[in-house]
Every structure is written in C-alpha cells, then in structure tokens.
C-alpha cells in the first residue's frame, strides 16, 4: 500500500509570485484535502476534491485553487503570494465517506 | 474563535509521568479523532472516537470521548521520550462537513 506522497519538499517564493504543489494520494482513497499549517498550530482545511469537484471549502481566498486528476492525485495553486502564505502545505487522502485522514509529509513553503 | 479549544497547548514532563490533554468544544461532534504528528512529517491518526462515554485503549494510550460527544481525552500512563510530539484533535462540527483541528499539543518528554 502506497502513503501519500507530497512535492516539493521545500519551496522558496517571493511576494507575488504564483505556486503549484503536488500531492499523490494513497491508493484506494478517492477524497483529496489540502490543510495549511502554521508553526507550532494545528492544521487549517483549505478544500477537498472528490470526483475531480471541490467538495468543500475552508476560510480560504479565491487565490488558493485546487485539482484532482483522474488517478486522485491533486495540485494546490496559490495566486499573487503573501507572506502570510508562509507555513506546511499538507495534503491528506481518504475514502469519501471517511473523515479519518491520512497525510503526507508536507510541503514547507516561504515567501520571503 | 477555536472551535476546538486544546489544553494544555505545551507540556515537559520526565520520563514516566502520566499526563492528560483534553479538547473541548460548545459544538457537539458525531465523531473526534486524534493525531500525533512529529517535526517535518504529516500527522499520523490514532484513534477515531464515536459514541458518547466511549474510551479507547491503544498500549499507554487511553482516549475518552465524553457523554455529551463535546469533549475528549487523551490519557499517557508512563510517558517515554518517543511520545514527544504535537497531539492534535480534530472532528466535525454539526453538518458542516468540515474537518477542524484543535491548536494543539506540544508534549515534550525529557529523559
């Protein structure tokens, strides 16, 4: 059984620039969400995809954008970066009728 | 506002200490989970509690849903150093269908 995997494993941006971060979910899941991470705080939910559809948004700007291809794997995009956009990108898959997660690893981002 | 309100949010204790971390809410859950997650990984999921009163053993572990399905436990008996890690609850309130996690808990355990 193949985890969830995540790229890059680190990123480095400047202000306003765009990102797209990758996720590939475990195999058997169908359900794809996106989480930021602060340091020290838990993580905040972003969206989730199912059936290629975002299938649930968080308190997030329009400027944060999603995909899930056919084989369930995922893209985060992050429009005109902030500095604030700092933190752990984490990916997590599940079966669409679960809430349990399963994570990947993260992808550290910094906007300087 | 935190839906899900964690405490304590850092704890350093030595090496076999009990300790507790609770998470409480006004919101009620059909459900809360818990995770650990250690510096540069994803958060790992160690239980899912489900119906009110329920209590969850894993080895040292004990996790306690309470009746009111409001609030949760987590219990370490014999606290070693690879229990040290950021313990997170996490659930969904009411039918928004949103899973929320609680801030956290740094536990920190020194041999």
């Known amino acids: 059984e193949t985890g969830v995997t995540q790229s890059p494993t680190h990123l480095i941006k400047t202000r306003g620039q765009q990102v797209t971060l990758r996720c590939s979910s475990q195999s058997g899941h169908n359900t794809v969400s996106w989480y930021q991470q602060a340091l020290g705080q838990g993580p905040q939910f972003i969206f989730q995809y199912y059936r290629e559809e975002e299938n649930g948004r968080g308190n997030f700007p329009p400027r944060f954008s999603g995909l899930q291809f056919p084989n369930y794997s995922s893209e985060l995009n992050v429009n005109a970066l902030e500095l604030d956009d700092s933190a752990l990108y984490l990916c997590?898959?599940?079966?669409?009728?679960?809430?349990?997660?399963?994570f990947g690893p993260g992808t550290r981002l910094t906007v300087t | 506002t935190q839906l899900l309100e964690q405490s304590p949010q850092f704890l350093s204790i030595q090496e076999g200490e009990n300790l507790t971390v609770y998470c409480n809410s006004s919101s009620v859950f059909s459900s809360l989970q818990w995770y650990r997650q250690e510096p540069g990984e994803g958060p790992v999921l160690l239980v899912t509690?489900?119906?009110?009163?329920e209590v969850k053993k894993l080895k040292r572990l004990t996790f306690q849903f309470g009746d009111a399905r409001k609030d949760s436990s987590l219990h370490i008996t014999a606290a070693q150093p690879g229990d040290t890690g950021l313990y997170l609850c996490?659930?969904?309130?009411?039918?928004?269908?949103?899973?929320?996690f609680g801030q956290g808990t740094t536990l920190q355990v020194k041999p």
């Open positions: 509690v489900v119906t009110g009163g």
């Open positions: 996490a659930g969904v309130p009411g039918n928004t269908g949103k899973l929320i």
């Open positions: 997590a898959s599940s079966f669409y009728w679960s809430y349990e997660q399963y």
